[in-house]
């Protein structure tokens, strides 16, 4: 089944200069980049997108943490593009991630991890309404 996708490519991916080695390895999967957005989050974006972990008390280290440099959100289409997607950037925790994988190559940590990505449908419908206006993903 052809899907879409929501990627952050966080602030640690930003500011190493690693935007483009994971869009390579994303587009080198047979996904294609159909959105592509630079911004700052605000506050109100991060604990909506957020919203499950807001009252913990780490989250204003990780609220911190995506405002300390512009994110990239990609929209990505492909075959079962959000499964496809999760298995090429590893687990949450960099220091469990397989070696070949985004996070396990390029990551440090479970925060600075250098992408988050959709895990189900439903959150990739919601999270890319969240990052891109109408007309922004191409149909």
Do not use: W
């Amino acid at each position: 089944m052809i899907q879409t996708t929501l990627v952050l490519l966080k602030p640690d991916c930003v500011t190493k200069n690693l935007i483009g080695e994971a869009i390579k390895r994303f587009e080198g999967a047979s996904l294609q980049v159909i959105g592509c957005k630079m911004q700052h989050l605000s506050a109100a974006t991060l604990r909506e997108h957020y919203a499950h972990i807001a009252a913990k008390p780490f989250y204003p280290e990780v609220e911190g943490f995506m405002q300390s440099a512009p994110v990239v959100a990609l929209a990505l289409r492909g075959e079962d593009a959000i499964v496809r997607v999760r298995d090429l950037v590893g687990p949450t925790d960099s220091k469990a991630a397989a070696p070949g994988t985004i996070r396990g190559d390029l990551g440090e940590d479970k925060m600075r991890n250098i992408v988050h990505a959709s895990d189900s449908a439903e959150a990739a419908e919601a999270e890319l309404k969240r990052f891109f206006g109408a007309g922004e993903v191409l149909a």
